[in-house]
Nanobody, 122 residues
């Protein structure tokens, strides 16, 4: 069974930074694409960032390009999301996600974490 556990959320002022981590218990971790989604109050969940099995390919939502960086450490079964220059509109619950194939695709991820709250105040 695949489990995803996020950490690193919290409250920060606009312009600040946070680093989210996602520990994954899956033997197949190093062979699957991983990513992050988020859901703000009253809004639908949206894609934030994705990374291929090797880390060689990444994808970002336009709203976070240049500010967020996704990375992974396959030796530690962990995915990270470095968030810089945070804005109030980044406030949301952030979910770590995993697909069942090596590359990020547009179909919904198979695996989801419980989520971690990120709050950015102005």
């Amino acid at each position: 069974q695949v489990q995803l556990v996020e950490s690193g959320g919290g409250s920060v002022q606009a312009g600040g930074s946070l680093r989210l981590s996602c520990a994954v218990s899956a033997r197949s971790f190093s062979t699957i694409a991983m990513g992050w989604f988020r859901q703000a109050p009253g809004k639908e969940r949206e894609f934030v960032a994705g990374i291929s099995w090797s880390g060689g390919n990444t994808a970002y939502a336009d709203s976070v390009k240049g500010r967020f960086t996704i990375s992974r450490d396959n030796a530690k079964n962990t995915v990270y999301l470095q968030m810089n220059s945070l804005k109030p509109e980044d406030t949301a619950v952030y979910y770590c996600v995993g697909w069942t194939i090596p590359e990020v695709i547009t179909t919904p991820p198979r695996y989801w974490g419980q989520g971690t709250q990120v709050t950015v105040s102005s």
